[in-house]
């Protein structure tokens, strides 16, 4: 093998940085394995923010089965094939991105880290790969795009109870070029999540995660009407907390801190929010309706069940997010990678097929494709580097993943996405 083959890989690229920087006795700011990356970030944020990120629903059954799943398969590696060349970009929706990793949509990410959406968007960018601004954002999906350039964007859209709002952000997300509308189906309403729970905190009450809202003409309109509407001044229990919850929310609200403070406003868009931002009766017949309602692909995020996917061809969706919501949702539910056992075979390459929850490595983004993945999404790690260190941390705890699957693939005999499948495995 010639000296410069395989340096331009992400996996070697990735390795020779950080062994350089160890002759001259720098080691990672972001730990390479999962577990010392995810104990460090715990130091590293508050009570709240590590509850909010870190747990799950229930007991957490739900987050144990997702990583149990993976480790019910084994990657058989093959030996003498020419590997000096890999490929593992993929094409989703007429785009090529450089590797079969997108970020997550992570809902109050200012949690783990203060300048969070924009930061991620930012770190996406710089390594080429899509990220799915979530509709719980903490900075509009403007100022998300805006540091992204032309590099790939989704939006995550959760149905609000209100149609013209739905309406206006699937006319913001085609604004800002988005390449796909994530439909989130699984959190119509919150899942019982102990960690959060016991601190009695949903960030969402102060004021975290609904910029997304604030920035909206519509919504800004159904809080006017609002406060409109009200006879009388609502009753408020003057507690210390209270005092902070409303600090908090005036803080975050669009405009100057003090005029925000003697306004209605802030209180009031918050109160919206909690009302509408997720619809419980969302049916079959609203999806079908989306065709009308944008002319960007969807897909569908939260499908389990092989029937359901069923039905989402029916739908004419353009994709399914095979997905758990990361085991905050249900628990004791059927891990996402089961799942993908089971629909991939239903699909049959007839819709873009995405996995998300359960993914820490780069072998189990290998695991994932080998399975009927198309590509899978990076939750919890990145947010970890987030933690750590801001846009650097994570962008490096993607690059990471990414070069490892790269090495994986090559070590298992692999040249390209595409000779993935299931000869690769074999079950434990």
């Known amino acids: 093998m010639s000296a410069s083959e395989n340096q331009d890989s992400p996996g070697r690229a990735r390795q020779n940085l950080i062994y350089r920087d160890g002759v ?103 390594l080429g790969v899509p990220y799915i601004f979530s509709n719980q954002g903490c900075a509009p999906m403007e100022e998300s795009a805006a540091a992204m350039g032309d590099a790939p964007r989704w939006f995550q859209l959760y149905w609000s109870t209100d149609d013209d709002l739905v309406d206006s952000l699937l006319q913001r997300a085609a604004n800002i070029r988005a390449d796909a509308v994530v439909v989130t189906l699984d959190t119509t309403m919150l899942g019982w999540r102990p960690e959060d729970l016991n601190l009695g905190s949903l960030p969402f009450a102060q004021g975290q995660g609904i910029a997304q809202y604030t920035s909206d003409p519509v919504f800004r309109r159904i809080v006017h009407d609002r406060i409109k509407a009200a006879t009388k001044k609502p009753d408020v229990e003057v507690t210390l907390g209270a005092i902070r919850s409303l600090v908090s929310m005036t803080r975050r609200f669009p405009g100057r801190f003090l005029g925000n403070l003697r306004s209605p406003e802030p209180r009031a868009a918050v109160e919206t929010f909690l009302d509408i931002y997720s619809r419980p009766s969302l049916s079959w017949a609203d999806i079908e309706t989306l065709r009308s309602r944008t002319s960007l692909p969807i897909l569908l995020k939260g499908v389990l069940h092989p029937d359901d996917a069923r039905r989402a061809l029916d739908a004419g969706v353009d994709g399914i997010v095979v997905s758990n919501h990361g085991g905050r949702q249900v628990d004791g539910s059927v891990s996402s990678l089961d799942a993908l056992v089971d629909i991939a075979p239903v699909v049959d390459g007839r819709l873009t097929l995405l996995l998300d929850s359960g993914i820490r490595t780069g072998a189990d983004v290998f695991k994932a494709l080998a399975l009927g993945a198309d590509a899978v ?38 040249t390209s996405v595409a000779e993935i499948d299931r000869d690769a495995l074999r079950r434990a």
Request: hydrophobic share 45%.
């Open 24 to 126: 001259l006795g720098r080691t990672p700011s972001v730990p390479t394995d999962f577990d010392t990356l995810e104990r460090r970030a715990r130091r590293k944020m508050s009570a709240k923010g590590w509850a909010y990120v870190h747990g799950g629903a229930g007991l957490g059954r739900t987050m144990q089965a997702n990583r149990d799943a993976f480790d019910k398969w084994q990657i058989v590696p093959r030996v003498l094939r020419d590997v000096s060349k890999r490929d593992i970009g993929v094409e989703l929706f007429g785009r090529r991105i450089p590797a079969p990793v997108l970020l997550a949509p992570v809902g109050a990410a200012e949690l783990a880290r203060p300048e969070a959406d924009v930061a991620i968007a930012a770190a996406a960018a710089e």
């Open 377 to 414: 999404t990076l939750g919890r790690p990145h947010l970890y580097g987030l933690a750590l260190a801001g846009q650097a941390g994570a962008r490096d705890a993607t690059a990471n993943v990414i070069a490892e699957f790269d090495l994986t693939m090559g070590l298992s005999g692999l």
